[in-house]
């Protein structure tokens, strides 16, 4: 809830730009405080930022402590509200029997941060009395860190922080019902129907009070540290830190290994080109267990805070960890879904291991579709998951192929209604893909300077639709 409510804020004020969320209420953040930075497996993926419990000064060689000037100024006053109203429904009709699924959720989520203050560190004194400091190469934190891979030390330049008590308010209602008429048949059908109906709702209302000084995002400068412990301050933000090596420098590990221009069409096919073994990795699985999974991954999407908390457990599944034994920020059904999934890739890796010489696990593609729906924004996240059924899911991945095809969409054909185009049109938009409808076709065009938002929907999107699918 309080992670959601600075992601928002963040988005809101700091689109694109170097502001950091902060995840935990329990992350005590001042200026010079030492954060690891964690490049993700995918180069796609946002890195983490993990702060500790060092600042600069207790990592530093000799008794004279670092003493930055920090300025303090007034930020802004901020309260946003943030809302979904979504509904969907499932009418089959069979030879003898017909069934209707009705659901509906109403969510809305009030940050009340008030005024905000923010701290920044002057950068010309810092670099001043950072000049001939080394650093403690023996510390456990630089030890620790200098050991894993994809790991960088960076100090926290600047905060926004709480001025006056505030609040988080999260305020949920979930409604659904279904109904059905079964006709029985024979030779001599009676005139006898069957009717049964069910309706299911759950309301929560959570405050949050925040307290003053309470940091919400906050910004870092990344070290260069070399073998004999002096550093330097990345000053330029798209400069990277990191240890010196002896070698050639590694490349982030991920699909290839270099970030990809995706405002062009033909960079975004041979991506999924090279991913085209995930997808089938999925498609492979029985329909039972790609018919759970998507039924378990669907319900989490509806709250973000709960599907990061799954994206966390396959991460750390991924890096041959074993999982916390549970998240405090996900309640007892979300934390069920969790573990059902779990439990399914548990089943499907080893009956999927030895299958037609599969070389992509199972783990590692549904860490692939995680990873991408992670990246999407808060509000696109519940609406994709409202689209998880076979018809939507197979009109969505017609308008991926569009994108990588920079083609054009027949609506009768793809069987797009207004409200699913209305849908589709926001989840494209969101990914710098607009959608431009002209009568019955609907063209596709990816924005420039678009970045690597592009492929991370069609990931998502022809993930999910590997689930629906057959090989």
């Not at 860190?145 to 922080?161: D, P, Q, S, Y």
């Not at 330097?232 to 221009?261: Q, R, Y």
Request: glycine share 8%; aromatic share 4%.
């Amino acid at each position: 809830m309080f992670a959601v409510a600075t992601r928002n804020f963040v988005e809101e004020v700091d689109h694109g730009g170097l502001l950091i969320p902060v995840s935990s209420l329990n992350d005590a953040i001042a200026p010079l405080t030492v954060v690891l930075k964690r490049k993700r497996f995918w180069f796609w993926q946002k890195p983490k930022y993990l702060p500790t419990d060092f600042n600069l000064n207790d990592i530093l060689t000799g008794d004279t402590p670092i003493k930055p000037v920090v300025a303090e100024t007034d930020f802004i006053k901020y309260s946003g509200t943030f809302g979904d109203n979504i509904q969907g429904g499932v009418d089959a009709n069979f030879v003898n029997s017909s069934i209707s699924l009705q659901g509906k959720d109403s969510s809305k989520l009030q940050s009340s941060f008030g005024s905000l203050k923010k701290e920044e560190v002057d950068l010309q004194s810092l670099l001043r009395d950072s000049k001939d400091r080394v650093l403690d190469m023996s510390h456990c934190l630089i030890q620790q860190t200098k050991e894993k891979h994809r790991r960088i030390l960076g100090i926290v330049k600047e905060r926004i922080f709480t001025a006056q008590p505030c609040s988080v308010i999260e305020d949920v209602q979930k409604g659904g019902g279904c109904g059905g008429i079964l006709n029985p048949c024979g030779p001599r059908a009676l005139k006898l129907s069957l009717k049964e109906n069910g309706s299911l709702s759950k309301d929560s209302n959570i405050t949050m009070e925040i307290p003053v000084h309470t940091t919400i995002a906050f910004g870092v400068i990344e070290l260069e540290i070399k073998h004999n412990g002096h550093y330097e301050l990345c000053v330029i933000s798209d400069t990277n830190g990191g240890f010196e090596v002896d070698g050639p420098k590694t490349g982030l590990l991920g699909v290839s290994g270099a970030p990809v221009h995706s405002s062009e069409n033909s960079h975004l096919r041979q991506e999924l080109e090279r991913l085209s073994d995930h997808f089938q990795a999925l498609s492979a699985l029985s329909a039972s267990t790609r018919s759970s999974l998507l039924q378990h991954i669907t319900k989490l999407m509806q709250d973000p805070a709960a599907f990061n908390a799954l994206q966390n457990v396959l991460e750390q599944k991924r890096l041959g960890k074993t999982p916390d034994g549970g998240d405090v920020t996900t309640t007892a059904p979300q934390q069920k879904n969790i573990r059902a999934i779990v439990d399914l890739l548990e089943l499907s890796g080893q009956a999927g291991s030895t299958r037609q010489g599969q070389s992509t696990s199972v783990l590692t593609a549904l860490h692939l579709m995680t990873s991408a729906l992670d990246e999407m924004t808060n509000d696109c996240l519940p609406v994709l998951g409202m689209s998880c059924i076979p018809t939507v899911l197979q009109t969505l991945e017609l308008l991926v192929q569009s994108v990588l095809e920079n083609g054009e969409l027949t609506l009768s054909g793809a069987a797009l209604t207004d409200d699913m185009y209305e849908k589709a049109e926001h989840l494209f938009a969101s990914s710098k893909v607009s959608l431009k409808r002209d009568e019955d076709v609907v063209k596709t065009e990816i924005n420039h300077q678009a970045g690597n938002l592009p492929l991370v929907l069609c990931i998502a999107v022809t993930s999910l639709a590997s689930l629906v699918h057959d090989v």
